[in-house]
């Protein structure tokens, strides 16, 4: 979704940061036990278990959780999980893309069919509207790194494809498979980044009223909750003021 940071300080304001910790911690697990389990344990050797324990270390996740995910990819009782992916329209027709790691299809598919439905959505089939976003590389840093040339330059001499600086924040976009090699360029010019993951990138976004905007909310708010669902992606976008409104 456009506007990465006014989503983020809205969620702050309503209270909502200290559930989504520990939610996303028990994302990150899930994603760091599955890349481990299908790759190597040795992060040095597995790019997605490198990208995982990164992410979850930008976000404060403690050192012995971390650890602790990655020995248990390595037992015999981890569990099996399926990467799936959903893709479907909410509100005022914006498109919704549902990333998910689930030990249980028919569970899954059920609660994410019945968000959709319940909260004005409907879910479609795999690739009715992934073609309308980039499967990208991101990585973020604050503002407070250094002005946009600053992080231009820093961007190309890592190898990225392109920068967007903002007021809050910086975005660096890059190829996919480029995403480790760049994030590494970044850190060692300007330090831990904020985020580094794969997203899909909207090609196009659909600025929203105030009532669209909180249906929307609420649906994603409430697929973020599932436990299955490891992230959730929308073309849509929001003003300063939508944004002031939303977070009272």
Same mark, same amino acid.
């Given at each position: 979704?456009?506007?990465?940071s006014k989503w ?13 910790r520990a939610?996303q ?8 036990t599955?890349?481990?389990k299908m790759g190597?344990?040795?992060?040095d050797?597995?790019?997605?278990l490198?990208?995982?324990?990164k992410?979850?270390r ?6 012995d959780?971390?650890?602790?995910a ?8 981890a569990?099996n999980?399926?990467e ?5 329209y909410?509100p005022?027709g ?7 790691l689930t030990d ?7 609660n994410v069919r019945?968000?959709?439905t319940k ?5 479609g089939?795999?690739g009715?509207?992934?073609f309308?976003?980039d499967r990208?590389?991101?990585v973020l840093?604050?503002a407070?790194v250094?002005d946009?040339d600053?992080?231009l330059m820093?961007?190309i ?6 920068? #967007?600086?903002?007021?809050?924040d910086h975005?660096?976009?890059? +190829?996919?498979? @480029?995403?480790?090699? $760049?994030s590494?360029a970044? *850190? ?5 980044s904020e ?9 196009n ?8 905007? #909180? ?6 708010e409430?697929?973020? +909750?599932?436990? @299955?669902?490891q992230s $959730?992606?929308a073309?849509? *976008?929001i003003?300063d ?5 939303l977070?009272?």
């Amino acid at each position: 979704m456009a506007g990465h940071s006014k989503w983020a300080n809205i969620q702050h304001r309503k209270g909502r940061q200290d559930k989504l910790r520990a939610k996303q911690f028990s994302k990150y697990s899930k994603e760091i036990t599955v890349a481990a389990k299908m790759g190597d344990p040795d992060p040095d050797k597995n790019p997605r278990l490198r990208l995982a324990m990164k992410e979850a270390r930008s976000n404060s996740m403690p050192k012995d959780v971390i650890e602790r995910a990655i020995k248990k990819s390595q037992g015999g009782d981890a569990e099996n999980y399926d990467e799936i992916r959903y893709e479907g329209y909410g509100p005022s027709g914006i498109a919704i893309i549902v990333e998910a790691l689930t030990d249980n299809r028919n569970r899954t598919a059920s609660n994410v069919r019945s968000t959709f439905t319940k909260l004005g959505g409907n879910l479609g089939e795999t690739g009715s509207v992934s073609f309308m976003f980039d499967r990208l590389g991101q990585v973020l840093y604050l503002a407070e790194v250094g002005d946009a040339d600053t992080m231009l330059m820093a961007a190309i001499e890592a190898g990225a494809a392109d920068v #967007e600086s903002g007021d809050e924040d910086h975005i660096v976009w890059c +190829d996919p498979n @480029d995403l480790s090699s $760049v994030s590494n360029a970044l *850190e060692a010019a300007l330090g831990e980044s904020e985020s580094t993951k794969l997203v899909w990138k909207p090609q196009n976004t659909t600025e929203v009223d105030l009532e669209t905007a #909180e249906k929307l909310m609420r649906l994603i708010e409430t697929l973020e +909750d599932d436990d @299955d669902v490891q992230s $959730v992606t929308a073309n849509f *976008e929001i003003s300063d003021e939508v944004a002031a409104a939303l977070a009272e």
